[in-house]
């Protein structure tokens, strides 16, 4: 970043760090902990498919990786997402398979057609979060959905202190955005 990009307020894009999703297992353990919500067994990966055959093909290599354990829906936002499915206690092996297809995408220069991947949690009471992993800012967030569109902030900040110093978190609240009607959530 040169000096006239800091006089003009332009700040150098932060490089995505896939292998922070892998810091989700035990910052798991302190959510459950805090909020006692634990996995789902379900996350998912969200993508704007570009055009042509190589793209096709690469994202045919992303789902052949995972074979029947992953399913494909469309959002009506112009996003692709990919929900793998695992035993709620296999949560390393969900978060190494959607690092998996975060990385092939990323790997056949695909990396700024990604939004966000997401991890999901319940508990029996019925309260739902996903540990969003923002690909373009390099973070995290807490999204705590409610019926109706409405979101539960009082989890999703007790949610951002459990996993302080656990998981790079997003700091700019107005960042945390909705992800209403994500599969797996």
Known sequence: MGWLDAL?????PVKPNLDALFALPSAAVTLQAATGLVPT???SVAFRAAEGGAFAEVESEAKALLGERVEESDDGYGYTWLLVRREPDALSDLVTEV????????GAGFGPSLLCSLVSFAEPGGRRLAVVYLYKRGTFYPFAPLPGQKRDNPLELQARGALEGELPLESDLSRWFPVWGAPGL
């Open 99 to 106: 690092h998996a297809v975060n990385s092939t995408l990323e």
């Open 8 to 12: 003009l307020g332009r700040t150098k």
């Open 41 to 43: 067994g379900l996350g």
